[in-house]
T-cell receptor, first 112, second 111 residues
Framework: QKEVEQDPGPLSVPEGAIVSLNCTYSNSAFQYFMWYRQYSRKGPELLMY????GNKEDGRFTAQVDKSSKYISLFIRDSQPSDSATYLCAMIPQTGANNLFFGTGTRLTVIP | DSGVTQTPKHLITATGQRVTLRCSPR?????VYWYQQSLDQGLQFLIQ???????AKGNILERFSAQQFPDLHSELNLSSLELGDSALYFCASSAIGNGYTFGSGTRLTVV
């Protein structure tokens, strides 16, 4: 079993829809959680960085962490065609840790 | 611009050759990480350096090596290249309390 599981999709939604992206993990030591957006053949771009359970909002993006269920989510409101990309979750057990544990990524397409 | 600079952006070379990829981390970041991403594959961690010292190794082949210099830039050396080494190579840097910031990558094609 992988330490971080993420549905690879693909996921297609109409413009304006609310998108929900999810990851589950098995290692309860993970404390810091990140979401990255990666456009085709480009470097991953950090969208959200969160610590502990709860919600964090930044514009149209909301990151949610539920440590008791080992489950994290990224919500995108009012989705735009420019949101079409692969979204990767990542996590580490402590800040400055050796390595990010990545999900495999979910490919999202927002249809105009 | 993420602040992490990678050169070159593209590299085409023949099998058996050796190449060097370069990364300059964000100003103030002491940690540098190297990742490999093959076509339709996830990001595979290769190696981490912190302030000039190797901190962790991932799935890095013996043909690959890296180092971090006093000015904190890092180089990834790939030797005896094989067709299967064709991939995107990303560098990331981080500081305590912040997420990892990735560069735009070097696309390596081995022919």
């Amino acid at each position: 079993q992988k330490e971080v599981e993420q549905d690879p999709g693909p996921l297609s939604v109409p413009e304006g829809a609310i998108v929900s992206l999810n990851c589950t993990y098995s290692n309860s030591a993970f404390q810091y959680f990140m979401w990255y957006r990666q456009y085709s053949r480009k470097g991953p771009e950090l969208l959200m960085y969160t610590y502990s359970s709860g919600n964090k909002e930044d514009g149209r993006f909301t990151a949610q962490v539920d440590k008791s269920s080992k489950y994290i989510s990224l919500f995108i409101r009012d989705s735009q065609p420019s949101d079409s990309a692969t979204y990767l979750c990542a996590m580490i057990p402590q800040t400055g840790a050796n390595n990010l544990f990545f999900g495999t990524g979910t490919r999202l397409t927002v249809i105009p | 611009d993420s602040g992490v600079t990678q050169t070159p952006k593209h590299l085409i070379t023949a099998t058996g050759q050796r190449v060097t990829l370069r990364c300059s981390p964000r100003s103030g970041d002491l940690s540098v990480y190297w990742y490999q991403q093959s076509l339709d594959q996830g990001l595979q961690f290769l190696i981490q350096y912190y302030n000039g010292e190797e901190r962790a190794k991932g799935n890095i082949l013996e043909r690959f090596s890296a180092q971090q210099f006093p000015d904190l830039h890092s180089e990834l050396n790939l030797s005896s290249l094989e067709l299967g080494d064709s991939a995107l190579y990303f560098c990331a840097s981080s500081a305590i309390g912040n997420g990892y910031t990735f560069g735009s990558g070097t696309r390596l094609t081995v022919v």
